[in-house]
């Protein structure tokens, strides 16, 4: 069974910055797609970030060029450097993780992410 455990949400201020991380466990097999997605009270789920086979990755519009997602592949770690949050980055934070390129099977519990004015 895959686990995903994340890392690193928190509170922080209008500007500042955070890094989350997403750890997979009990996999033989390679994790092709990674990702965030996130939640906003009253919003819809929406995909962050992605990160594929070939170190191909997508961003949400509201996100390029504040975002950053990486993966260490021999960790089966995926982590999302976010610069310059803003208060509508406010959310649950969830990793996601599949076999296939482009589509995810496995979700974590999600973390907290606050940004404050």
């Known amino acids: 069974q895959v686990q995903l455990v994340e890392s690193g949400g928190g509170l922080v201020q209008v500007g500042g910055s955070l890094r989350l991380s997403c750890a997979a466990s009990?996999?033989?097999?390679?994790?092709?797609?990674m990702g965030w997605y996130r939640q906003a009270p009253g919003k819809k789920r929406e995909l962050v970030a992605g990160?594929?086979?070939?170190?191909?990755?997508n961003y949400a519009d509201s996100v390029k060029g504040r975002f950053t997602i990486t993966r260490d592949n021999a960790k089966n770690t995926v982590y999302l450097q976010m610069n310059s949050l803003k208060p509508e980055d406010t959310a649950v934070y969830y990793c996601?993780?599949?076999?296939?390129?482009?589509?995810?099977?496995?979700w974590g519990q999600g973390t907290q992410v606050t940004v404050s004015t």
């Open positions: 996601v993780a599949g076999s296939r390129d482009y589509g995810f099977d496995y």
């Open positions: 009990g996999t033989s097999f390679r994790l092709n797609s």
């Open positions: 990160i594929f086979s070939g170190a191909e990755t």
